[in-house]
């Protein structure tokens, strides 16, 4: 049995989607996912926000590159993959840690929006041009569904992030915390910017 963590988060997106180029082991897409637990308070009598963890999600070929035109900041996700704590040197010489998922399955949460779905089939061109990661069939197209290139997953906010238990809604999406210490947590402590410049392989990935 091999000693993985595999976890399912529910989050939002901090950002959108950055792509890596790499040559020798492709193209590596990351984006931030933000968690934020809520508990009920006996002090305040009341649903109040807890601490956010942040997580750096990293993914390949094709799902990457329908992460890439499928998520904006602020689009509700869920994402299945393999937990792993990553450990690299900030440029101040301090040692920098996040949790990255790199992952395998990525959907929109749809508690509180809709999304509209166009399938794509693979093109091999894009493997090799970086180019969009599939086609759509005419009859798709005369169906009214748009090319996976112009695709957004459409979503709609709720009129409260707190009705549907999430607190970090997209109107609560802003400007990520600062990276602090070794234990941070912050968009910029896992963002992988600087991890993956000094090791762009990723790892074992």
């Given at each position: 049995m091999v000693n993985d963590t595999i976890v399912a988060v529910r989050g939002y997106a901090g950002g959108n989607p950055k792509v890596y180029e790499n040559a020798t082991s492709g193209d590596v897409?990351?984006?931030?996912?933000?968690?934020?637990?809520?508990?009920?308070?006996?002090?305040?009598?009341?649903?109040?926000?807890?601490?956010?963890?942040?997580y750096t999600v990293r993914a390949r070929g094709t799902l990457g590159r329908n992460i890439q035109t499928s998520v904006t900041t602020g689009t509700p996700l869920l994402v299945r993959g393999r937990l792993d704590m990553r450990e690299w040197t900030g440029k101040d010489g301090s040692t920098m840690r996040g949790l990255t998922l790199f992952a395998d399955a990525v959907g929109v949460e749809l508690t509180t929006g809709r999304a509209s779905f166009?399938?794509?089939?693979?093109?091999p061109s894009a493997e090799t041009n970086g180019g969009a990661a599939?086609?759509?069939?005419?009859?798709?197209?005369?169906?009214?569904?748009?090319?996976?290139?112009?695709?957004?997953?459409?979503?709609?906010e709720s009129d409260s992030s707190e009705a549907s238990?999430?607190?970090?809604?997209?109107?609560g999406i802003g400007v990520p915390p600062p990276a602090m210490s070794p234990d941070a947590m912050s968009p910029d402590a896992?963002?992988?910017?600087?991890?993956?410049?000094s090791d762009p392989s990723g790892g074992a990935w």
């Open positions: 897409t990351t984006v931030n996912l933000g968690v934020t637990p809520r508990y009920f308070s006996r002090e305040t009598n009341r649903f109040e926000d807890g601490n956010t963890i942040w166009v399938k794509v089939r693979p093109d599939g086609t759509v069939s005419s009859a798709d197209t005369a169906a009214g569904e748009s090319t996976p290139g112009d695709s957004r997953w459409l979503t709609e238990g999430d607190p970090l809604g997209p109107a896992m963002s992988a910017d600087e991890a993956l410049r």
